[in-house]
């Protein structure tokens, strides 16, 4: 699927095992860029270790409950963005949905933000959960991110609990977000 984001056209597409060491790439430095300066080197390494390894990353894209899509500039083939879903959702105990999906990891490259790509993979996730049926769509949001706060209240997303998020032997407080579809 192609969409103009009004700068230039992007593609949105299914992640294959051969974007394996992109994507792995791409959620290293868009997570780094936006959170390295909070944690310790020895529980960084270890995080990302555990979340985006090429290994982990190819397990995830041959997992049937874990879709990533992903966003590239039409003219080349360069990852520009990404948003991982996974059904049934992580956080289905907090909720009385009945079917929740789980969002994850919804990246831009850090030089491309602001520019629809987030946007555009937050359009496709709604989209999808319609097309499984879920009744709504969970995700987290480390408490003083507040960028990312404003762009999914945007949405309708709402907090519903308070919740730990573990980068090594960090805590950090994070917020559940749900969208009740």
């Not at 103009?4 to 593609?11: A, E, H, N, P, V």
């Not at 390494?45 to 041959?62: C, H, K, Q």
């Not at 899509?69 to 963005?81: C, E, I, R, V, Y």
């Not at 790509?117 to 709504?136: Q, V």
Request: glycine content about 8%.
């Amino acid at each position: 699927m192609s969409k103009d984001t009004g700068r230039r056209m992007m593609i949105l597409r299914p992640a294959s095992l051969s974007d394996a060491d992109n994507l792995a790439h791409l959620g290293r430095s868009s997570f780094c860029a936006a959170f390295e300066h909070l944690y310790r080197p020895v529980d960084l390494s270890a995080f990302l270790e555990e979340a985006y390894s090429v290994e982990v990353v190819t397990t995830e894209i041959g997992d049937p409950a874990i879709t990533h899509q992903l966003a590239q500039d039409a003219d080349s083939s360069a990852l520009t963005g990404y948003v991982k879903i996974k059904q049934p959702s992580g956080y289905s105990e907090y909720s009385d949905a009945a079917n929740p999906l789980g969002l994850g990891q919804l990246y831009c490259a850090p030089t491309r933000i602001g520019e629809g790509i987030g946007a555009a993979l937050m359009d496709w996730a709604l989209t999808e959960a319609k097309t499984l049926g879920c009744d709504a769509i969970q995700l987290s949001v480390w408490s003083e991110n507040f960028g990312a706060q404003r762009f999914y209240a945007r949405y309708g997303f709402t907090k519903i609990a308070d919740i730990a998020f573990w980068v090594g032997q960090h805590r950090d407080d994070e917020f559940l977000y749900e969208l009740r579809i």
